[in-house]
């Protein structure tokens, strides 16, 4: 069973910058695909989170959505066993809860819903103008 724990959340003008991570206990990350998702208000069903950040398990691909591309940046440490995810330039549309999520190994960053197994407890991230 993986655990996932986030991090990093909190608030931020717009224009600001924040920095989640995501650790997990009692296994290691390194074999997962890795992602980052949100889930913005009055959206609680799991089905409307959205796709922001994925890497693949050799870190090699990246992929994003295009509301975040060119702001934030996700990446992988496998020895601390963390996924990271660099938000800079944020918008008020960026306010939801981010999750953090893992599936099986890929050589591809996948941003479906579906291709993760493993969920966090979700990071409140609000950003105001």
């Known amino acids: 069973q993986v655990q996932l724990v986030e991090s990093g959340g909190g608030s931020a003008q717009a224009g600001g910058s924040l920095r989640l991570s995501c650790t997990a206990s009692g296994v290691t990350l390194s074999p997962y695909s890795l992602g980052w998702f949100r889930q913005a208000p009055g959206k609680e069903r799991e089905g409307e989170r959205e796709g922001v950040a994925a890497i693949s398990t050799g870190g090699t691909k990246t992929y994003y959505a295009d509301s975040v591309k060119g702001r934030f940046t996700i990446s992988r440490d496998n020895a601390k066993n963390t996924v990271y995810l660099q938000m800079n330039g944020l918008k008020p549309g960026d306010t939801a809860i981010y999750y953090c999520?893992?599936?099986?190994?890929?050589?591809?960053?996948?941003?479906?819903?579906?291709?993760?197994?493993?969920w966090g407890q979700g990071t409140q991230v609000t950003v105001s103008s």
């Open positions: 999520a893992a599936g099986p190994r890929r050589w591809y960053a996948s941003l479906h819903l579906s291709d993760y197994n493993y």
